[in-house]
């Protein structure tokens, strides 16, 4: 299982952290993935964090600004998103791929958090 949290209501400019906490699986056998859908938009993959620990940004305007980290004691995967921009308004969402690398594309992903919401406003 994976539930996201950590989205909220913030002025351009501003930061917040999601968290992701997994449990159910073995946290050091897959990757972990964020994404977002904003209203009338596709799914588009943030970022990335394998098992051994490295990132990958795939968004390209999240690089510089979004930052993902685990904390394997706890089984989470954090995103700290600053410099927050209106057009990062998306319900942001977490997953676990389905091997245990990376993939910027959703059929990579096997299960999916219940998303949390994150509104920037101007």
């Known amino acids: 299982q994976l539930q996201a949290s950590g989205g909220g209501l913030v002025q351009a400019g501003g930061s917040l952290r999601l968290a992701c906490a997994t449990s159910g699986f073995s946290f050091d056998a897959y990757a972990i993935g964020w994404f977002r859908q904003a209203p009338g938009k596709e799914r588009e993959g943030v970022s990335c964090i394998s098992s051994s620990g490295g990132s990958v940004t795939f968004l390209a305007s999240a690089k510089g600004r979004f930052t993902i980290s685990s904390d394997n004691a706890k089984n989470t995967v954090y995103l700290q998103m600053n410099s927050l921009k209106p057009e990062d308004t998306a319900v942001y969402y977490c997953?676990?791929?389905?091997?245990?690398?990376?993939?910027?594309?959703?059929?990579?992903?096997?299960?999916w958090g219940q998303g949390t919401q994150v509104t920037v406003s101007s």
């Open positions: 997953a676990r791929t389905k091997y245990y690398y990376c993939s910027a594309y959703s059929s990579g992903y096997a299960y």
